[in-house]
């Protein structure tokens, strides 16, 4: 969501420590790539798939959580 402009989440009040790691994490120009190769994809398989590649090392810290 990041990627694609969202500034603003809601969330669960547990989830919020996860979702901070995770953003602080990454950068937006990054996500905003990301947002746009997924885009051109056509299936949510192959959407899933690259953005558990190309953010394993954002995700990795919160196996800690």
Not at 38 to 61: F, K, N, Y
Request: one cysteine or more.
């Amino acid at each position: 969501l990041v990627g694609l402009g969202v500034r603003e989440l809601s969330m669960n009040p547990a989830a919020i420590p996860r979702v901070k790691a995770a953003l602080r994490a990454a950068r937006a120009s990054e996500l905003k790539e990301l947002a746009a190769a997924c885009l051109d994809l056509p299936t949510a398989h192959e959407i899933e798939s690259l953005l558990r590649r190309a953010l394993a090392d954002v995700l990795a810290p919160l196996a800690a959580f």
